[in-house]
């Protein structure tokens, strides 16, 4: 008896070896599966960031034009390229010495600024525009004489943490 006893006990010796083998399995699966889920997560986190920035900037410049009609109206914020700062603004935050198109053009080199900055080969622009066309990617303005048209603001950026890792866009119109 002694004997046989001693005998069912030797194979049952790896056993407990092979139960512990699959558990570790079965958890670095899991581990790995909470890895994949945390790498996710950052990549939206940061495309989420950059959308709320681009919010921010859109409405930035919106207020920034609120605050100098008469340049809105004579079309100097609708300027793709080439606004540069002007240096009318002493840096004590006043707009001392500035006509109404400097600031214009201060405000439109400042926000160009402050995108490039912020967001990863970001740029801007502010057009009229009646939003036909926009769906395809390529903002479509229009005369900027044209108050028909509303304005929008496009902010633009490269976003490689998301999935798809294209150039996203975000338009907005506003009200003036």
């Known amino acids: 008896m002694a004997n046989e006893y001693g005998r069912m006990r030797r194979r049952q010796l790896g056993f407990n070896l092979i139960e512990v083998m699959i558990a570790l399995v079965i ?16 990549k939206q986190n940061q495309s989420a960031y950059y959308r709320s920035q ?9 207020d920034r034009m609120r ?7 004579a079309g100097s914020y609708f300027v793709a390229s ?3 700062e002007s240096d009318c603004i002493n840096y004590t935050g006043s707009a001392t010495g500035c006509d109404a198109g400097e600031m214009a053009s201060h405000d439109i080199g400042e926000w160009l600024a402050a995108i490039n900055e912020e967001l990863p080969l970001g740029g801007g622009l502010v057009c009229r525009s009646d939003l036909t066309g926009d769906d ?3 903002p479509d303005c229009e ?3 044209d108050a028909s048209n509303p304005v929008v603001v496009y902010v633009w950026w490269n976003d490689d943490k998301s999935a798809s890792g294209a150039t996203a866009q975000f338009s907005v119109g506003i009200e003036l």
């Open 54 to 62: 681009a919010t921010l900037f859109a409405y930035d410049i919106a």
């Open 136 to 138: 395809l990617g390529a």
């Open 27 to 42: 958890i670095s699966l899991g581990l790995l599966g909470l890895a994949g889920l945390q790498v996710s997560s950052l």
């Open 82 to 84: 080439g606004a540069i």
């Open 143 to 145: 005369d900027p004489g």
């Open 67 to 73: 605050a100098n009609m008469d340049e809105v109206n």
